[in-house]
T-cell receptor
Framework: DAGITQSPRHKVTETGTPVTLRCHQT?????MYWYRQDPGHGLRLIHY???????DKGEVSDGYSVSRSKTEDFLLTLESATSSQTSVYFC??????????FGEGSWLTVV | QKEVEQDPGPLSVPEGAIVSLNCTYS??????FMWYRQYSRKGPELLMY????GNKEDGRFTAQVDKSSKYISLFIRDSQPSDSATYLC?????????????FGKGTLLTVNP
């Protein structure tokens, strides 16, 4: 157990609606990440955070924003969901020694 | 050329076989190499972690890194049906924001009883 909780685990939403995914960690780690996983593309980094209020873009950040107001929570927001954002979203944290651990995933379907 | 290349398989082997999984990469800055195992509809699970070149063994699993060839391998001995999963290689340059990983697309492995 990596001490990461993602919510919601499953969501169906309509095109154009805002969606927020939450990642909660219990271990006070500095680095947190959001990845998406799609067939044919593998895991791709959306955004990451290296501390409270410190975030940066990954390789597929268009259409996504993030916030981190507390060490334990990292939020991913789709401002206006599109069908291309239908995916599985994984939150991850870095523990000591460059080792990165993943949560169980949030399955998002945009219809 | 993609930064990390991994044969997607699928790979099907009989129980007890030795399995070899491989990735190649192009970025010479990569220093940290990982293998993740992902069961269907689950999150990736860290299996092996190696820094720089060399071998690392953990039970039935051996990870090898050859930085001169930009090639990494994962060997599974005495494979079991419970090893059936997708195996992802991942790597990073390390340190600061370079903790973020670059992944291969994964190899689907099935071990048949």
């Amino acid at each position: 157990d990596a001490g990461i909780t993602q919510s919601p685990r499953h969501k169906v939403t309509e095109t154009g609606t805002p969606v927020t995914l939450r990642c909660h960690q219990t271990e006070n780690h500095r680095y947190m990440y959001w990845y998406r996983q799609d067939p044919g593309h593998g895991l791709r980094l959306i955004h990451y955070s290296y501390g409270v209020k410190d975030t940066d873009k990954g390789e597929v950040s268009d259409g996504y924003s993030v916030s981190r107001s507390k060490t334990e929570d990292f939020l991913l927001t789709l401002e206006s969901a599109t069908s291309s954002q239908t995916s599985v979203y994984f939150c991850a944290i870095t523990r000591g020694g460059n080792t990165i651990y993943f949560g169980e995933g949030s399955w998002l379907t945009v219809v | 050329q993609k930064e990390v290349e991994q044969d997607p398989g699928p790979l099907s082997v009989p129980e007890g076989a030795i399995v070899s999984l491989n990735c190649t990469y192009s970025n010479s800055a990569f220093q940290y190499f990982m293998w993740y195992r992902q069961y269907s509809r689950k999150g990736p699970e860290l299996l092996m972690y190696t820094y720089s070149s060399g071998n690392k063994e953990d039970g039935r699993f051996t990870a090898q890194v050859d930085k001169s060839s930009k090639y990494i391998s994962l060997f599974i001995r005495d494979s079991q049906p419970s090893d059936s999963a997708t195996y992802l290689c991942a790597m990073s340059a390390g340190g600061g924001s370079n903790y973020k990983l670059t992944f291969g697309k994964g190899t689907l492995l099935t071990v048949n009883p």
